[in-house]
Nanobody, 125 residues
Framework: QVQLVESGGGLVQAGGSLRLSCAAS????????MGWFRQAPGKEREIVAA????????NYADSVKGRFTISRDNAKHTATLQMNSLKPGDTAVYYC??????????????????WGQGTQVTVSS
């Protein structure tokens, strides 16, 4: 099983960009689909983006399509979420998660086995 550590969160003005990184330790990283979720205060956690084990398939929440890009590097055991044109509504704790297996899609929170500790993203208006 992998362990996940996120980095790259912070405070940014609306319209700015942030790049979140997720570093995985452990074995068989390439056997996991990867996802980024977020949870805003008072709201349920929601999926933001997901990427298949190979990186060949991706999926995005409607609210971030065209602004966020998910990617992965299986050789480096990393997953990345590039966030552009950020809005105050993007403010949340962002979590990296791993879902074992090579089937696709993997969009449900319950499908994810391993979670990072979360990183805060705050977008000011």
């Amino acid at each position: 099983q992998v362990q996940l550590v996120e980095s790259g969160g912070g405070l940014v003005q609306a319209g700015g960009s942030l790049r979140l990184s997720c570093a995985a330790s452990g074995r068989f990283f390439s056997n996991y689909a990867m996802g980024w979720f977020r949870q805003a205060p008072g709201k349920e956690r929601e999926i933001v983006a997901a990427i298949s084990w190979s990186g060949g398939s991706t999926n995005y929440a409607d609210s971030v399509k065209g602004r966020f890009t998910i990617s992965r590097d299986n050789a480096k055991h990393t997953a990345t979420l590039q966030m552009n044109s950020l809005k105050p509504g993007d403010t949340a704790v962002y979590y990296c998660a791993a879902s074992w297996g090579r089937t696709w899609p993997r969009l449900a929170e319950l499908e994810y086995d391993v979670w990072g500790q979360g990183t805060q993203v705050t977008v000011s208006s």
